[in-house]
C-alpha cells in the first residue's frame, strides 16, 4: 500500500452520527474502509496522485441509509413496467384505477394475468366521498371481462380482483375464509373482488408464481432504485416458506437464492440483512415448529444470530470482499412472525373498540383471546429457542402488550445476552410495551413514512387521539427503547426524506395536518433511526451505521445543508451520491 486515500470528500458538511453527533468537514476513503474523518488538514496527507478528491460544495455527508424493513423484490416487482401503478399520485379515483388497468389489459397477451400495486381507498375519491363506498369488481370488469385482474392495496393486507380471477381462481359464495381472513360479500352473499389478510393466500395460490428471471429483474430493479435514494442497506423482512402465497412468491424462499446468486457475482449493491418467513398468517405454534426446523440453521454460512465482528482495513478477508458468502453482505439474522393484522382493516387487536365496534385479534390459530395468546407466546419461544433474532408484525396496543411480554416470557425461560428481539410496526406501542423492550434491550422497528401516509384516515378507525398517537417516536426513545426506521416498500416508497421529515413535524401526506405533535423528534434522533439505530437492528453497529474510522466506507451524499433545512424542504433534497463499500454506485455530484 501506498498510504494515500482512494477518495477524499472536502469542504462539506460530514454528519458523523457518532455517540456526540458530532459534525466535520472532510473524510478520507481507503480499501472500502473509512480512514481519516476530521478537517482539511487531518486528509491532506491521504492525498495521493490517484486520489479522486470530491469537493462536496457544502452538500451533506451521512452514513449510507440502511431501510431497515423494506421488502426488496416486491418493491421491484410493484413498480412499472413490471407492475401497473395504481398508487396515489398516479391514480386519483376508482375511474383512474380502471383507465390504468384498460390501458395494461390492452398490452397483455389474450387472457393475460395483470397486476397491479399500491391503491389506497385513502387516496381514492369515491372512497373519500363516502367511506362506506370500497373498491370492487364490478369496477374492473367493465375494463376487463377476459383477463383476470389482481391489485394489491398500498399495505399489502389486501387485494382486490375482478370477476375473471374469481372464476379462475375458484372463489364463490360458498368459498370459506381461510382463518385470520376475511372475504367481503355483498347483501346477496356473492364475493365483492375484495380479499383480506390471510384470504389473499386463495388469490396468491392461482397466480403463476414468478420465474427465476423476473425475481432476478425485480431485485435489480430495486436495487438501481436504492442507489438512486442512499440506501447502502437494507432488511428483506420476511423470505421463506410463509411468503410463498405473497405477490407470486416475491417473499419466498427463492428470493432469498437470487440475492445469494447475486452476491456470488458481484452484484449485490446494497447490504442485505434477512429474516425468515416460516409461515404466514393465521399460523399454529405447531405449524411454525414443524417448518421452522425444516428452515436453514445457524450453520447456514449466511446465518448470523448476532456476530458483530467484522475485519480491518489491512484485512484481505474484510468487507471489502462481495463474493463467497461475506455475511456483510448477505445474512439471515432471524425470523419474521404475524401477530396481528393492521388498523384500516380493523385487524389489529386493540384495547378499545374501533369506532363502529370490534377490537380485533391476534392472527394465529386457537378459538378464542386466551388460546391465541398461548399460541403467539408458543411461537415467540420457539424462534427464540432456536437461536434467531425474532421480529414480530405488531400494531394494535393490546397485541403490543401481548408480544413484549412473551418477549420477556422467552428470555427469562431462556436467557440470552443479546437476542435484539424487536416489534415490527408498533404502530400503537404502549407504555407498557416500552417498558418491557426497554428492560430487556430489545427493539422497535417503526414506519415514518407509513405514518404519513395514513394519518388522515387511521381517523376514521380509532379516532383522533390514538391516531395522532400512532407511531409514538418521542416516547419510544424517552423509554430507551431502540427504535429503527424502515418504509415497508412497496407499501410506501422507500424515501428515508420524507421519513425525516414526518418524524420531525408529524404531518400527513393527504392534508398536512400535524398528527401527534408531542411524539415529534430531532433531525439527529431521526437520522439516528436510520444509520446506527439500524445498524443496531443487524448486530452491526461496530462495523456500519455512523462514518467513524475503521467502519465500512457506505455514504450517503445530499445537497445542501441537511441539519440546517426547513424540515420540509428535506423530501426535495437530491441525493447526489451514494458509496457502498468504498465503490460509487451513484453519482450525480461530479468531482
Known amino acids: 500500500m501506498d498510504g494515500f486515500a482512494d477518495v477524499v470528500f472536502v469542504g462539506g458538511r460530514v454528519v458523523t452520527v457518532d455517540a456526540e453527533f458530532s459534525v466535520a468537514t472532510a473524510l478520507a476513503v481507503t480499501g472500502g474502509f473509512i480512514t481519516a474523518v476530521g478537517g482539511q488538514e487531518d486528509v491532506a496527507p491521504l492525498v495521493g496522485p490517484d486520489t479522486r478528491v470530491v469537493d462536496l460544495a457544502g452538500a451533506t455527508l451521512l452514513p449510507g441509509i440502511n431501510d431497515s424493513h423494506l421488502h426488496g423484490c416486491a418493491f421491484g416487482m410493484a413498480s412499472p413496467p413490471l407492475s401497473v401503478d395504481v398508487a396515489h399520485p398516479a391514480v386519483s379515483s376508482i375511474v383512474e384505477v380502471a383507465a390504468a388497468v384498460e390501458e395494461a389489459v390492452g398490452r397483455a397477451p389474450a387472457g393475460g394475468w395483470v397486476t397491479g400495486h399500491g391503491w389506497d381507498p385513502g387516496f381514492l375519491a369515491e372512497c ?23 391489485l394489491y392495496s398500498f399495505s399489502g393486507h389486501a387485494t382486490w380482483v375482478n370477476s375473471r380471477a374469481l372464476e379462475l381462481i375458484g372463489i364463490s359464495r360458498d368459498t370459506v375464509a381461510p382463518p385470520g381472513g376475511a372475504i367481503v360479500t355483498d347483501e346477496a352473499g356473492e364475493p365483492t373482488g375484495l380479499l383480506y389478510e390471510g384470504a389473499q393466500a386463495l388469490v396468491q395460490n392461482g397466480l403463476p408464481a414468478l420465474s427465476r428471471q423476473e425475481r432476478t429483474d425485480a431485485v435489480k430493479a430495486a436495487l438501481a432504485a436504492f442507489g438512486e435514494l442512499g440506501i447502502t442497506s437494507f432488511t428483506e423482512p420476511g423470505l421463506g416458506p410463509g411468503g410463498d402465497a405473497i405477490m407470486r412468491g416475491a417473499l419466498g424462499a427463492e428470493t432469498l437464492d437470487v440475492y445469494r446468486e447475486l452476491q456470488a457475482r458481484g452484484e449485490l449493491t446494497a447490504r442485505l440483512g434477512v429474516l425468515l418467513l416460516p409461515t404466514g398468517m393465521a399460523s399454529t ?5 414443524r417448518t421452522l426446523t425444516a428452515l436453514s440453521h445457524p450453520a447456514d454460512p449466511t446465518v448470523q444470530t448476532g456476530s ?21 453482505w448477505l445474512a439471515v439474522h432471524g425470523i419474521k412472525i404475524f401477530a396481528d393484522g393492521i388498523v384500516p382493516n380493523k385487524t389489529s387487536w386493540v384495547h378499545e373498540p374501533y369506532v363502529g365496534g370490534g377490537c380485533g385479534s391476534l392472527c394465529v390459530g386457537g378459538e378464542s383471546d386466551a388460546e391465541r395468546v398461548a399460541e403467539i407466546g408458543a411461537i415467540i419461544r420457539h424462534a427464540h429457542d432456536a437461536g434467531y433474532q425474532v421480529g414480530v408484525h405488531v400494531t394494535g396496543d393490546r397485541a403490543c402488550d401481548t408480544v413484549a411480554d412473551a418477549f420477556a416470557a422467552a428470555l427469562e425461560e431462556h436467557p440470552r445476552p443479546d437476542a435484539r428481539h424487536y416489534v415490527i410496526h408498533g404502530d400503537l406501542l404502549t407504555a407498557h410495551s416500552m417498558k418491557v423492550l426497554a428492560a430487556y434491550g430489545l ?14 384516515m387511521e381517523e376514521e378507525f380509532v379516532g383522533v387521539e390514538r391516531a395522532a398517537y400512532a407511531w409514538p417516536y418521542r416516547d419510544a426513545l424517552d423509554a430507551g427503547v431502540r427504535v429503527a426506521s424502515g418504509s415497508d416498500a412497496p407499501v410506501t416508497f422507500p ?26 423528534i430531532t433531525v439527529a434522533e431521526a437520522l ?8 443496531w437492528q443487524d448486530f452491526a453497529e461496530d462495523w456500519k451505521g455512523s462514518l467513524e474510522v475503521g467502519k465500512v466506507a457506505d455514504l450517503c451524499v445530499v445537497q445542501g445543508d441537511l441539519l440546517g433545512a426547513d424540515p420540509h424542504d428535506i423530501p426535495r433534497m437530491p441525493v447526489v451520491m451514494t458509496v457502498v463499500d468504498g465503490q460509487v454506485v451513484h453519482d450525480t455530484l461530479g468531482g
Open 443 to 456: 427493539g422497535a422497528n417503526m414506519n415514518p413514512t407509513i405514518k404519513w401516509t395514513v394519518a388522515d
Open 128 to 150: 373519500v366521498a363516502d367511506p362506506a363506498r370500497l373498491p370492487s369488481r364490478a369496477d374492473l370488469d367493465a375494463v376487463s371481462p377476459d383477463h383476470p385482474v389482481v
Open 308 to 328: 458483530t465482528d467484522v475485519a480491518g482495513p489491512a484485512d484481505p478477508g474484510g468487507a471489502g470482499q462481495t463474493g463467497g458468502t461475506d455475511p456483510r
Open 528 to 535: 439516528r433511526t436510520y444509520t446506527i439505530g439500524a445498524a
Open 495 to 520: 424515501d428515508w426524506r420524507q421519513g425525516v421529515a414526518t418524524m420531525v413535524l408529524r404531518e400527513s401526506k393527504a392534508a398536512g395536518r400535524v398528527s401527534g405533535p408531542s411524539q415529534r
Open 285 to 289: 405454534a405447531e405449524e411454525f415448529a
